[in-house]
């Protein structure tokens, strides 16, 4: 059986891109408001479930209490019904474009 490795020297987190936890990010799909938990430039992992495993959603992104929320596409790829969380993953790379305020200086999860 092959094993599929995505080249990354961190054995801990093969992720490609590096997670945030700040700034907090709010998260609408349809009806539904989410907050990240930890977010990246290619998904979001959601306080939260949503029903919508597998399926592309529409939705907007941005900082709670701002008036600038970003549209984005996404696809629903996991519900996990232990923990209460959902994860999404953006069809591009939009939150490259969110602008922080100083107060909200992104910083990696460690």
Do not use: H
Request: charged share 25%; aromatic share 6%.
């Amino acid at each position: 059986m092959r094993t599929a490795r995505n080249g990354c020297a961190d054995s801990d987190d093969r992720r490609r891109d590096r997670r945030y936890g700040l700034p907090v990010l709010e998260i609408v799909i349809g009806d539904e408001r989410f907050r990240a938990v930890n977010w990246s430039m290619n998904g979001a992992l959601l306080y939260g479930l949503c029903d919508l495993v597998g399926a592309r959603v529409r939705g907007e992104i941005g900082v709670p209490g701002s008036s600038e929320a970003m549209p984005f596409a996404a696809t629903v790829v996991r519900a996990d019904l232990d923990t209460g969380n959902s994860a999404i993953c953006f069809e591009d790379s939009r939150t490259d474009r969110i602008e922080f305020n100083a107060q909200a200086t992104a910083a990696p999860i460690q």
